[in-house]
């Protein structure tokens, strides 16, 4: 009986078929979700059409609403509609608290250090709000591509801290998405253009929003993109440029300065139709009342100058963080609806000397970026001409004595990245341990962020200085933390509690899932079979792909059977119902399939250092 | 490779101080391109976390043979000899000429024209380093082993000073 076919390499069993991938930006004002159909990488529109959504929840006491329609209620619904909520993600209580007045929220401290909002449906936190505005994204993938997603990748602002990416990446996971990559934004706007082809260069993103603006300097020297520096400023945006000529208007109207709110509103209207307008005509008319008037392009510039002039400022300082002047840069990306206005065009031109990439949509152009890399993560297109190397943005250290921080893995190492520390007993019979890490450029652990306290249990007891436990500090790919612990002496591995200072622990996002899926009237038995039967199909097309390629070459007779076997074992518990059954059978194939997986690599790197290792070392 | 290999091994190179650094550099980016971790997104978790671990030591490995003072470390300890971060060189000349270097680098603000007496200590420093790094190479070729190891500690030295030193410029430039 053939429970398996091997093909020769290239022709497989079953016709390709294209895995359904997106990129999300998920922004402070506005999100949206992005694949390549066809060839080229689009963003998708929902049913009216509209492709931005607004990055707003709102609250009802039996219904969530997420986008403009949740945005519309904001004026009449004030607490129960979560804005910006991007700017709580991954942050404490303490945090939340000094951002006052510009959040107008109910806040209560949560059980993880997280803050909870208080909503006409509960409290909710910033995570189960993001994983709102993401389910609502990925519907809108999911249906334009036909099927249930496969993987994303999700884009954040390159300085996100761990807790602010792990918090990302959990309201991925209660959305339900399979999360391909975390992307920095101004890499996915470099890679929308192409950037990424070239042999070395150093990039600036410009990246003006609503409220927000960022500069990153990026270096990349042959597929690695280094984040050199970033900055900016998260109280500035678009929105200013809009209050800046509505107080012009207000000031030549006469309408004094104390203005109703909806005078304001009014007034606002204008100057956003007015900035917008001034982008194709040279002048526009404005009236207000009985008042009427002109502003041209130069009158408009002169408003919106001292506004440009911050956002120059920041990008002088980031320069000087990367130890660059203007000149040297080569390539300068624009991102966000506001850089549409010329007036930044011109002066962003002006200040690094040459023609910023403006052809891309700059709200789509991160979406379209992480969608690219999607494509290429779930395997639809051949990576060879997307690889990026990206790096830690903040150095990792751990707690010392007298609240000092000792560096072990510092900002800008490559990732994925693993260091090892030795710690030792202090007390007799000691069995547990506390390890504090922290993360930041300061030497003081109270000027860097708390990241997480990890408990070392299970040491097995010796005198004080006699055990050595060996702490391995592990960054993936995505820039997420994990540790693993083991006494040298008696090969012992430690037993490891995290508790993240502001984040959710593992059961702690079981207990939402549950909350969520009784919300949706979902049935949970179902949606866990489903998770555990896709998993199943993943290491199964994994294991098959694997063994066509070289199963034959590097597995005896007897292994090659027992791997069949249990193949088959899984492919009988997925036809199945039992969840539990289906992760079992997982495990027993990864296990039995362990020392395959490892000469693969080891026949990969044979094959990717052939005609140098060989011949060098024979010598 | 497997995880057991020697960093030089898995980079093809021969386990010697100097090393052909564009080499290095090429077959790190060929490495990096089979074991990625984006390479292994759409495999199952447990190929995800293998492949996480290979590139995570490629990265070490790579760290590690592109910068002088980890990579005499590293020889050192393939020979069996480890070098406790406590250990000093018993060179008092040496000792003496490091104190009188670190005097000028603390005094260089007070100088009539600062940017130039860093430049010309900077200049020093990275002279006496590349010496230095010069002559590991040869007691090392030569299998003197103690004579290597006190290089090594040596070379700590220097590297640390020149970061000061290059901290400082940094510092200076700033103030303009």
Redesign the interface.
């Known amino acids: 009986m053939a429970l398996l076919q091997i093909s020769e390499p290239g022709q497989s069993p079953e016709p390709h078929q294209r895995?359904r991938a997106v990129g999300i930006d998920l922004g402070t004002t506005n999100s949206l979700v992005a694949t390549v159909r066809s060839g080229s990488a689009e963003a998708i529109a929902d049913s009216d059409g509209e492709v931005i959504l607004p990055s707003a929840v709102h609250y009802g006491e039996s219904d969530i609403t997420v986008g403009a329609a949740a945005r519309n209620r904001a004026g009449k619904d004030p607490y129960n509609t979560l804005l910006s909520i991007k700017r709580l993600m991954g942050r404490g209580i303490a945090d939340v608290r000094s951002f006052g007045e510009q959040l107008p929220y109910k806040f209560a401290a949560d059980s993880g250090g997280m803050p909870a909002i208080e909503t006409a449906a509960g409290p909710v936190n910033p995570v189960q709000v993001s994983a709102e505005i993401l389910k609502v994204l990925a519907q809108r993938g999911a249906e334009a591509l036909g099927g249930d997603l496969?993987?994303a990748v999700i884009t954040v602002p390159a300085y996100f801290d761990d807790a602010q990416r792990q918090a990302t990446k959990d309201a991925a996971r209660l959305a339900g998405l399979k999360v391909?990559?975390l992307l920095n934004e101004p890499t996915a706007a470099a890679v929308a253009y192409g950037l990424d082809q070239q042999e070395e260069g150093l990039i600036a993103v410009y990246d003006l929003g609503g409220g927000t603006f960022d500069i990153s300097i990026l270096r990349l020297s042959?597929?690695?993109f280094e984040v050199l520096s970033t900055g900016g400023d998260t109280a500035l945006g678009g929105d200013d440029f809009d209050r800046a000529i509505a107080s012009w208007i207000a000031e030549q109207a006469g309408l004094g300065t104390d203005l109703d709110v909806s005078t304001q509103r009014a007034l606002l209207d204008r100057a956003c139709a007015a900035k917008e307008a001034l982008a194709a005509e040279e002048s526009v008319a404005l009236e207000y009342g009985d008042w009427r008037d002109q502003l041209d392009r130069a009158g408009m510039a002169a408003l919106l100058d001292p506004l440009i002039d911050k956002t120059l400022r920041a990008c002088k300082r980031a320069l000087?963080d990367a130890?660059l002047s203007a000149d040297e840069i080569g390539e300068v990306v624009l991102v966000g609806g506001s850089t549409r206005t010329l007036r930044v065009r011109e002066r962003v031109e002006d200040y690094f000397g040459r023609v910023p990439h403006a052809d891309i949509d700059p709200d789509q152009v991160v979406a379209i970026g992480a969608a690219l890399q999607a494509d290429?993560?779930?395997?639809n297109k051949s990576?060879?001409d997307l690889?990026?190397?990206d790096v830690i943005p903040l150095s990792l250290g751990i707690e010392t004595m007298g609240g000092l921080t000792e560096k072990l893995i510092p900002r800008n190492?490559?990732?994925?990245?693993?260091?090892a520390q030795e710690f030792t007993t202090f007390k007799d019979g000691q069995t547990a341990m506390a390890i504090h890490v922290v993360q930041g450029e300061r030497e003081l652990v109270k000027d860097c962020r708390s990241l997480a306290r990890f408990e070392l249990r299970g040491i097995p007891p010796m005198v004080a200085g006699a055990a050595h436990i060996r702490v391995t500090f592990?960054v993936?790919?995505d820039g997420l933390l994990s540790v693993t612990a083991m006494e040298k002496s008696s090969g012992v591995s430690a037993d490891i509690t995290v508790k993240p200072s502001y984040g959710l622990e593992d059961a702690d996002i079981a207990r939402m899932l549950q909350e969520s899926y009784a919300h949706a009237e979902e049935d949970v038995a179902a949606r866990a079979l489903r998770e555990a039967q896709v998993?199943a199909e993943?290491?199964l097309e994994?294991?098959l792909v694997a063994l066509r390629e070289n199963g034959a070459e590097l597995l005896q007779e007897n292994e090659l059977d027992g791997l069949e076997r249990a193949m088959e074992a899984l492919r009988l518990a997925h036809n199945g119902g039992d969840a539990d059954e289906i992760h079992r059978r997982?495990e027993a194939l990864?296990t039995l399939?362990?020392p395959f997986?490892?000469r693969r690599?080891?026949a990969?790197?044979?094959?990717?250092?052939q005609g140098?290792?060989l011949d060098?070392?024979d010598? | 490779m497997s995880l057991h290999q020697t960093y030089f091994e898995m980079f093809g190179l021969q386990p010697a101080f100097h090393i052909d650094r564009a080499a290095l550099a090429e077959r790190y980016r060929k490495l990096q391109r089979e074991f990625h971790p984006d390479k292994y997104a759409a495999r199952s978790d447990r190929e995800q976390l293998l492949a996480m671990q290979y590139a995570a030591q490629i990265n070490e490995a790579h760290t590690t043979l592109r910068d002088p003072v980890l990579r005499a470390a590293y020889l050192l300890k393939l020979a069996g000899v480890e070098v406790s971060p406590e250990q000093t060189t018993s060179d008092a000349e040496f000792l003496m000429q490091q104190m009188m270097l670190r005097e000028r680098l603390e005094e260089v603000r007070d100088e009539s024209d600062p940017a130039a007496a860093i430049d010309e200590l900077g200049e020093e420093v990275r002279g006496l380093f590349a010496t230095e790094q010069r002559n590991f190479a040869d007691v090392f070729a030569a299998g003197n082993l103690d004579a290597g190891k006190d290089s090594l500690l040596k070379l700590q030295f220097l590297s640390k000073l020149q970061r000061q030193v290059e901290e400082l410029e940094e510092d200076l430039l700033g103030d303009y």
């Open positions: 895995k496969d993987g391909l990559r042959r597929g690695v000087r130890d290429v993560l779930v395997g990576r060879e690889l990026l190397l190492t490559t990732i994925p990245v693993a260091k592990q993936d790919a998993e993943r290491v994994s294991l997982i990864n399939s362990e997986a490892a690599m080891d990969s790197i044979r094959r990717a250092m140098h290792s060098e070392f010598q």
